[in-house]
Nanobody
């Protein structure tokens, strides 16, 4: 299983970026996928997820990004996206996509809920 994250970059506050996570070795529609982020000196934190299609494809978001970030999936491209709008300085971090092998009860907000990770892509927001 390989996850390839891309799309990071530098943007001014208020701007937008779209991150991509392309997968090989797994069909993403059959798995819950998540985005996490890690700022310097901080632990990796949950950003949002999208459930496997069999469970409706809904998901959760951390409060700080609700209304600004949206996770979507393109099954034909086997890719998950993180659309980030109205970016803030505090969104600066390395962003990682994760894939869960198993469906777990609950919202699946923990790092330990995911089994495979992309390499991370840097997002830098200047104020």
């Amino acid at each position: 299983v390989q996850l390839q994250a891309s799309g990071g970059g530098s943007v001014q506050a208020g701007g937008s970026l779209r991150l991509s996570c392309a997968a090989t070795g797994r069909t993403l529609s059959r798995h819950t996928m998540a985005w996490f982020r890690q700022a310097p000196g901080k632990e990796r934190e949950f950003v949002g997820n999208i459930r496997r299609s069999a469970y409706g494809g809904s998901g959760s978001y951390t409060d700080s990004v609700k209304g600004r970030f949206t996770i979507s999936r393109d099954n034909a491209k086997n890719t998950v996206y993180l659309q980030m709008n109205s970016l803030k300085f505090e969104d600066t971090a390395v962003y990682y996509c994760g894939l869960a092998e198993r469906h777990l009860a609950g919202p699946m907000l923990r790092v330990a809920d995911y089994d495979y990770w992309g390499q991370g892509t840097q997002v830098t927001v200047s104020s």
